[in-house]
């Protein structure tokens, strides 16, 4: 590589900081489109075993099972670079860590709200599951929606907030669901949906990096500690904490947390290198590759513990972080390097408003569903003809994601 190439990447990675980090975002959108299309992808038959989650009992893993841990290891980049932009703007940690607090409640409140989505009882709440699950999702849109700050219209913007917060407050104050045994029971909290598990391991991983947030090399070590604690949970080597709820232990078994780490290793390695020396682009992608190398031989040797998503095994957790360091690394190059970024045109709103693309999928299901539409669920449901319906869905809802960014309707939480 030639010197004024050289400076080139230097000036490019040194700068960053103080901008949009383009390939966290445009990783971020790819990742989401790609899960829209996989859950549509789901009810599709007729399709060859490695595009649908690999059975629990079967030591496999397919791109399907890579998804989520992309979303835990693009968590896990964001996590120092938001939190250090909070810091700069207001030193104080207390306020830090409400907006930690606050944002793990929001998070786990909408994967509640996902999660019981089908469970609620008509009879015992007045109204059917699914306009239920309609009514809290509006609620929420209506409450974290980022509205212009125009002042004319700031007292209707925070009667909308208020009502949003309101209508939440209300359906989750009248949901009631039956339990096996017949009796009324109100939210179930044994599966927390993926923006819940998101919203855990945001806080666990928080909790890590900021007691330690000082240290260059901290976010490795936990990384190995929460690697180490998933290899005997999975091994049986411990009993602690295997059932613990996360609301007590929020690290889990570790998987989960062990990908966001890698996620915070790397933005330490790409986008927070200042005190590691790694300067140009060169250093920073041979520092990446020797890392994903490393968790993919890892990987590779603790295959006799298994290869699950379901089981959240190491090695699904390893390969997963090797495939992401990868992904990131190219994309880097690509978006951030290179500069060339309209390509990915079609998802970089998806990685921008994230949480509002993520949920137009089930805004879309509860609708057609309340509205009695079943067409898609009997037909265009097998073979290529259904892989083609689930490709239109995808672009479909990515076009509404830009539609609706470009009139102002962003989440943020």
Same mark, same amino acid.
Request: include cysteine.
């Given at each position: 590589?030639?010197?004024?190439?050289?400076?080139?990447?230097?000036?490019?990675?040194?700068?960053?900081?103080?901008?949009?980090?383009? =390939?966290?975002?445009?990783?971020?959108?790819?990742?989401?489109?790609?899960?829209?299309?996989? %859950?549509?992808?789901?009810?599709?038959?007729?399709?060859?075993?490695?595009?649908?989650?690999?059975?629990?009992?079967?030591?496999?893993?397919?791109?399907?099972?890579?998804?989520?841990?992309?979303?835990?290891?693009?968590?896990?980049?964001?996590?120092?670079?938001?939190?250090?932009?909070?810091?700069?703007?207001?030193? =104080?940690?207390?306020?830090?860590?409400?907006?930690?607090?606050?944002? &793990?409640?929001?998070?786990?409140?909408?994967?509640?709200?996902?999660?019981?989505?089908?469970?609620? =009882?008509?009879?015992?709440?007045?109204?059917?599951?699914?306009?239920?699950?309609?009514?809290?999702?509006?609620?929420?849109?209506?409450?974290?929606?980022?509205?212009?700050?125009?002042?004319?219209?700031?007292? *209707?913007?925070?009667?909308? !907030?208020?009502?949003?917060?309101?209508?939440?407050?209300?359906?989750?104050?009248?949901?009631?669901?039956?339990? &096996?045994?017949?009796?009324?029971?109100?939210?179930?909290?044994?599966?927390?949906?993926?923006?819940? /598990? *998101?919203?855990?391991?945001?806080?666990?991983?928080?909790?890590?990096?900021?007691? &330690? !947030?000082?240290?260059?090399?901290?976010? /490795?070590?936990?990384?190995?500690?929460?690697?180490?604690?998933?290899?005997?949970?999975?091994?049986?080597?411990?009993?602690?904490?295997?059932?613990?709820?996360?609301?007590?232990?929020?690290?889990?078994?570790?998987?989960?947390?062990?990908?966001?780490?890698?996620?915070?290793?790397?933005?330490?390695?790409?986008?927070?290198?200042?005190?590691?020396?790694?300067?140009?682009?060169?250093?920073?992608?041979?520092?990446?590759?020797?890392?994903?190398?490393?968790?993919?031989?890892?990987?590779?040797?603790?295959?006799?513990?298994?290869?699950?998503?379901?089981?959240?095994?190491?090695?699904?957790?390893?390969?997963?972080?090797?495939?992401?360091?990868?992904?990131?690394?190219?994309?880097?190059?690509?978006?951030?390097?290179?500069?060339?970024?309209?390509?990915?045109? #079609?998802?970089?709103?998806?990685?921008?408003?994230?949480?509002?693309?993520?949920?137009?999928?089930?805004?879309?299901? #509860?609708?057609?569903?309340?509205?009695?539409?079943?067409?898609?669920?009997?037909?265009? %449901?097998?073979?290529?003809?259904?892989?083609?319906?689930?490709?239109?869905?995808?672009?479909?809802?990515?076009? *509404?994601?830009?539609?609706? &960014? !470009?009139?102002? *309707? !962003? /989440?943020?939480?």
């Amino acid at each position: 590589m030639n010197p004024s190439m050289e400076l080139l990447q230097a000036n490019a990675t040194n700068t960053i900081r103080a901008q949009r980090v383009a =390939s966290i975002d445009i990783f971020r959108g790819l990742t989401m489109t790609l899960m829209i299309f996989v %859950n549509e992808l789901a009810e599709v038959k007729g399709l060859p075993w490695w595009n649908y989650h690999a059975p629990a009992k079967v030591d496999a893993m397919t791109y399907v099972d890579m998804v989520f841990p992309a979303f835990l290891f693009i968590l896990g980049m964001t996590i120092p670079i938001a939190l250090e932009h909070r810091l700069r703007k207001n030193s =104080s940690v207390p306020a830090l860590w409400l907006h930690i607090m606050l944002r &793990t409640i929001a998070l786990v409140l909408l994967g509640l709200i996902l999660a019981n989505a089908e469970l609620g =009882s008509r009879a015992l709440m007045g109204i059917g599951p699914i306009m239920w699950t309609i009514l809290a999702l509006s609620g929420a849109v209506l409450f974290w929606n980022v509205y212009p700050r125009t002042e004319r219209y700031q007292p *209707l913007f925070r009667i909308l !907030r208020f009502s949003g917060l309101a209508l939440m407050v209300a359906m989750f104050a009248i949901f009631r669901r039956t339990t &096996t045994d017949g009796h009324a029971a109100w939210i179930s909290t044994s599966y927390p949906e993926i923006l819940g /598990l *998101l919203g855990w391991t945001y806080l666990a991983v928080s909790i890590l990096y900021i007691a &330690t !947030r000082r240290w260059n090399w901290a976010p /490795l070590a936990w990384f190995a500690a929460m690697t180490i604690l998933c290899i005997a949970l999975t091994a049986k080597w411990i009993p602690f904490p295997r059932h613990l709820p996360l609301y007590i232990w929020p690290w889990g078994n570790g998987a989960m947390a062990s990908i966001a780490l890698a996620g915070v290793v790397t933005s330490s390695i790409f986008v927070n290198s200042h005190g590691l020396r790694w300067n140009t682009f060169r250093q920073k992608s041979t520092v990446a590759i020797l890392f994903s190398v490393v968790t993919f031989f890892c990987g590779w040797l603790l295959t006799p513990l298994g290869i699950s998503k379901i089981r959240a095994t190491p090695t699904w957790c390893l390969y997963s972080i090797s495939c992401s360091v990868l992904l990131f690394t190219l994309l880097y190059w690509i978006c951030d390097v290179r500069r060339a970024v309209r390509w990915a045109v #079609f998802a970089r709103p998806a990685g921008e408003n994230t949480l509002l693309t993520y949920l137009l999928p089930d805004f879309y299901f #509860f609708i057609v569903s309340a509205c009695g539409f079943t067409y898609f669920a009997e037909h265009a %449901n097998y073979g290529l003809l259904g892989v083609l319906r689930c490709l239109i869905f995808t672009g479909l809802i990515l076009a *509404l994601s830009a539609l609706l &960014t !470009r009139w102002k *309707l !962003r /989440l943020q939480i």
